[in-house]
Structures are given as structure tokens and as C-alpha cells.
């Protein structure tokens, strides 16, 4: 058989759609979140700012703050999107990366949580976390293994 058309031929090509459908939804996630966080939180941060919730000292420090986290939120569904079809491709530096944001989102939002246990929201960002965290260590022997 021609080797040429076996690397074309998508049935011949290894692939781990899971993951890439794990990673799809957790970076669509996390940009919704993070629209969501933009428009509405900053809305409910500026309100506190008028009636005096939030000190006009520490105002500019917060509202900064929430924009940048909003950022981030934004740049972390993004980055998870762009690694989607190398986790597909099971390219290894794409697992690398995926574990790497997967365990932080979990870690942080886990972490939080104990010292701030009343902030529930919290939990959601441990499980977005999970949501791709778990997949990335069923699947870790496709993304080692000879190919």
C-alpha cells in the first residue's frame, strides 16, 4: 500500500475527538464567561462604585481589576480552542499545555473555594477545569504512545 495515501486518508490518521470535544466546549465555556463577565460584572462593579459600596480609593484598583480578569478568562477559552485540534492530532506539547491550563482553572477555582467557601461560583471554574483535566489523564498514553 501506498504510503502517501494511508497519512491522507483520515480513517489512517490516530485521532482523540473526546478531548477535542472536551477542549471545544471548556474554551466556548470560558469565552461565554468571560463576555458575561465583562458585560454584566463590570456593570454590578460600576453600580457598587455609585452608591458607595466600593470605596472611590480602591475604585480604580477593582475596576481594573475585573477588566483584566475578563481578559484573561477571554485569552484562556481562546488559547484551549487553538490547542483543540492539536489535542484531536494528539500532539504532545498540545497535551502539555491543555494539562497545564486545565490544572491551574482547577486548582485555582478549587483553592479558592476553601478559603472563600461562600463565593460558590467558584466550584463552576474547578469544574470547567475538570471538564478537560480529567480526559487529558484518560487519554495521556494516546498522546505518548508511538504514532
Not at 14 to 30: D, S
Not at 120 to 137: A, K, N, R, S
Amino acid at each position: 500500500m501506498d504510503n502517501s495515501r494511508s497519512e491522507k486518508n483520515p480513517s489512517t490518521i490516530r485521532q482523540n475527538k473526546p478531548v477535542y470535544h472536551c477542549a471545544l466546549f471548556t474554551g466556548i465555556l470560558l469565552i461565554i464567561i468571560a463576555m458575561l463577565h465583562a458585560v454584566l460584572g463590570l456593570y454590578e462593579i460600576l453600580a457598587a462604585i455609585r452608591v458607595g459600596d466600593i470605596s472611590k480609593d480602591a475604585a480604580t484598583m477593582i475596576t481594573i481589576s475585573w477588566i483584566f480578569s475578563g481578559v484573561a478568562l477571554f485569552l484562556i477559552g481562546a488559547w484551549i480552542l487553538f490547542l483543540s485540534k492539536d489535542l484531536k492530532n494528539l500532539k504532545r506539547k498540545a497535551w502539555w499545555q491543555g494539562l497545564f491550563v486545565s490544572g491551574l482553572l482547577t486548582a485555582f477555582g478549587g483553592g479558592c473555594w476553601h478559603y472563600f467557601p461562600l463565593a460558590t461560583y467558584l466550584i463552576g471554574f474547578t469544574m470547567i477545569g475538570l471538564l478537560l483535566f480529567i480526559p487529558l489523564l484518560i487519554y495521556a498514553g494516546h498522546y505518548f504512545s508511538n504514532h
